[in-house]
């Protein structure tokens, strides 16, 4: 239970963090889609022409006022009702430079037709001053005049602005005269705000402009920034739109347009995949940590198992060798052979009993990194001869016959008592396991430098899905303690580690028919 709780948990945490990282690494983005700003630069270019006209007309106007301003006198009511009649005009100004003519100073109040009030400090009355700042314009300040205007290299007319933003026309007229036409910029762009959109195709022109560009919205600002006209939807311009200038001297004004954008779901590509291998982790260390609580409990167990084994493999033969002596004993004047049969299955007792308590020990040496092992030259069949004597007689109670296919006398590199118990296991697994077979066969072969040998049975066989699992340690054909079959599980798992520290090995061959055992060690080099 303990082993499915940690994989869920592992799993939840895992799932966690990968949903986690997906929130995180993950965000909406606008990305602006292009358009086509042709058709805002041609309607850019219109509105600039149309400018330009209204330019020219109106200061025509203005050049016709300041000539009207020569020939009055300067009580004439005739230039201030032409002033009235100009747009933004808020002062007329005539200064006499000598002492032929009177200067005249119109100050134009119109507010019938929302016009703003004449204010006074912004179109104060200029004053000539002999003063000059050396920057070639005509004002050091609102109330002075640089005399340099009347210079031939100034010119006969231009634009001035004071510190408030108001423009000044000045004209050379005559001589001695200059004239300054004072005008509110703000009143002609307003004007003109209305003009471009009463008086224009700009509606038509923007709806057009909006379909062939395939913008989400096109405007024309005004120089305060006030919308004249707008086409498209109500979107706000940003970094994706285009602007194009049209320009005099009163502001500028904006045909702008701006794209349509499109919404995109963008992850952090590296966080994600890092968040998500960590999710990966936490399964795959979780699956580790339940599969190894689940070996330790599985060695747990088969460590008490094989105490319980153990235990009974201890007692049995000793068991057996006190039942045997004490018959002996009894028998020894009555039936000195039965006597005898009764000592020599003391002798298989002891015997089985030593092969029970070398393997514990060689475990226990092997589990504790004591090597034992003395490596010299020896016939492997020498060893083997001496280890079937041994289980002569038990063999022949359990009717098994032995078959021997020998070889030529060989050496091999290897320890005798090692090898010794090597072969000892393979014959304890033959009485125990293949009996029913009632034969063993020893086959002796020699390959390039190996002497090898087989342990062939008839009997049961080994399962396929068994096959590497009879060497590990502890594990038998059954483990419980009552199959009908003593041992402790550790026979293999020894025999094939001592074969493999005599840089041998000990094999289970394929087989259709019983189990095949096969013992390979080094020959000795001459």
């Known amino acids: 239970m303990r082993y499915w709780a940690i994989i869920g948990v592992g799993a939840l945490l895992a799932l966690s963090v990968s949903l986690i990282s997906t929130v995180l690494t993950g965000r909406t983005e606008v990305r602006p889609v292009p358009f086509e700003v042709g058709p805002l630069e041609k309607t850019g270019g219109a509105v600039q022409r149309e400018l330009d006209r209204l330019y020219t007309r109106y200061d025509d106007r203005l050049a016709s006022l300041s000539s009207l301003m020569v020939t009055e006198r300067p009580t004439s009511l005739a230039v201030e009702s032409a002033a009235s009649r100009i747009a933004g005009v808020r002062t007329a100004t005539r200064i006499a430079l000598s002492g032929g003519e009177e200067d005249l100073h119109l100050e134009i109040r119109r507010t019938g037709d929302g016009e703003l009030p004449f204010d006074p400090e912004r179109f104060p009355r200029p004053v000539l001053t002999e003063d000059s700042s050396g920057s070639g314009l005509p004002f050091e300040t609102v109330r002075k005049i640089d005399a340099t205007l009347m210079e031939e290299k100034v010119g006969t007319s231009g634009w001035i602005r004071n ?44 709806a057009s402009v909006l379909e062939s560009s395939g913008a989400a919205s096109v405007r024309l600002v005004g120089p305060e920034g006030s919308v004249i006209e707008q086409a498209g939807l109500d979107v706000p311009f940003g970094a994706n739109s285009a602007r194009f200038p049209a320009s005099i001297r009163f502001g500028t004004w904006l045909v702008e347009g701006v794209g349509r954008s499109t919404t995109v779901r963008v992850r952090n590509w590296p966080w994600f995949f890092a968040g998500q291998g960590i999710a990966v982790a936490l399964l795959v260390a979780s699956l580790f940590a339940a599969t190894a609580l689940r070996h330790a409990n599985r060695l747990a167990r088969q460590r008490v198992s094989f105490v319980n084994r153990a ?80 289980f002569e007689m038990s063999l022949r109670d359990r009717k098994i016959e032995v078959s021997w296919e020998k070889t030529e006398p060989v050496q091999v590199s290897a320890d005798p008592d090692s090898l010794a118990q090597v072969f000892g296991n393979l014959l304890s697994n033959v009485e125990k396991y293949a009996a029913s077979g009632e034969r063993l066969f020893l086959v002796e072969s020699v390959e390039e430098e190996y002497w090898r040998i087989e342990f062939r049975d008839v009997g049961p066989g080994i399962p396929e899905r068994r096959r590497e699992q009879i060497f590990e340690p502890f594990l038998r054909g059954d483990d419980a303690i009552d199959e009908g079959v003593s041992g402790t599980g550790l026979g ?10 005599m840089e041998g090995e000990l094999q289970l061959m394929p087989s259709t028919n019983g189990a095949i055992f096969r013992v390979q060690l080094p020959l000795t080099k001459p």
């Open 311 to 390: 235990s009974h493999e201890l007692r049995s033969p000793i068991t057996n060798m006190m039942l045997n002596v004490d018959l002996a004993r009894e028998m020894i004047d009555e039936d000195p052979g039965g006597a005898e049969r009764r000592l020599a299955r003391v002798s298989d007792e002891a015997g089985r009993l030593s092969r029970l308590v070398d393997n514990l020990l060689t475990f226990s040496r092997s589990e504790n990194g004591v090597d034992r092992i003395r490596v010299e030259k020896i016939d492997p069949s020498q060893v083997l001869d001496e280890v079937l004597g041994q």
């Open 492 to 501: 293999l798992t020894i025999a094939r580690d001592l074969c493999r520290r």
């Open 163 to 206: 510190g408030d933003g108001t423009l000044y026309r000045w004209t050379k007229q005559r001589p001695h005269s200059l004239i300054l036409i004072g005008v509110d910029p703000l009143s002609i762009t307003q004007l003109t705000d209305e003009w471009l959109s009463e008086n224009s195709d700009t509606s038509s022109d923007l």
